[in-house]
């Protein structure tokens, strides 16, 4: 089973700041099957990025996913208010999906 | 619009069976390339996935699980069910539903989520 480790586990840091979320993989995985969601709490996952790098539907501009390989990186460029809230990577293997730990972004 | 909504009774006693409902519109379970998938999530952990069935009733599950789901379809009534023998307190969290593309291979649209408790 591919294992997802992301990092930090919580990101204190105030609006308008630039946030950089880190997944690694235990093996090499496809980019088409990277995926990042933000939950906020009581809420379900939300999908932002899918295949690595590509923004899903109505998701603002200042999201953007970047990497392949085992290495992947979620950027925030510019935190809003609304921005702050755990972060998961997602891949898909086989016919399994395994999920990282998550990120927690807080405002400092 | 594609939505889903979750279902099913709470609490449960330990080794009482779960069977959970996820009713959803604005898609059909016959089209190619549909699935619908169920996670569950407990309390400050990552959602975890345990089952998917697709529009040609394959189906996928968890492998650390796959002893104890079991996932059906009811396309007449836009409905997919999950049961899960032999209910632990462990197993008490959030239950989610969610649409699955499967020429994309994405979980886009989910449920707003069920809790399920476990307890004696």
């Known amino acids: 089973e591919i294992v997802l480790t992301q990092s930090p586990g919580t990101l204190s840091l105030s609006p308008g700041e630039r946030a950089a979320l880190s997944c690694r993989a235990s093996q090499s995985i496809s980019v088409a099957y990277l995926v990042w969601y933000q939950q906020k709490p009581g809420q379900a996952p939300r999908l932002l990025i899918y295949g690595a790098s590509n923004r899903a539907t109505g998701i603002p501009d200042r999201f953007s996913g970047s990497g392949s390989g085992t290495d992947f990186t979620l950027t925030i460029s510019r935190l809003e208010p609304e921005d702050f809230a755990v972060y998961y990577c997602q891949q898909k293997d086989g016919s399994s999906w395994t999920f990282g730990q998550g990120t927690k972004v807080e405002m400092k | 619009q594609i939505t889903l909504k979750e279902s099913g009774p709470t609490p449960l006693k330990p080794t009482e069976t779960l069977t959970l409902t996820c009713t959803f519109s604005?898609?059909?379970?016959?089209?190619?390339?549909?699935?619908v998938g169920w996670f569950r999530q407990t309390p400050g952990k990552a959602p975890e996935w345990l089952a998917l069935i697709f529009w040609d009733e394959d189906k996928r599950y968890r492998p650390s699980l796959k002893n104890r789901l079991t996932i059906t379809k009811d396309t007449s009534k836009n409905q997919v069910v999950l049961t899960m023998t032999n209910m632990d307190p462990v197993d008490t969290g959030t239950y989610f539903c969610?649409?699955?593309?499967?020429?994309?291979?994405?979980?886009?649209?989910w449920g707003q989520g069920s809790l399920v408790t476990v307890s004696s």
């Open positions: 604005g898609f059909s379970l016959t089209n190619a390339g549909v699935g």
């Open positions: 969610a649409h699955y593309n499967g020429y994309n291979s994405l979980f886009q649209f």
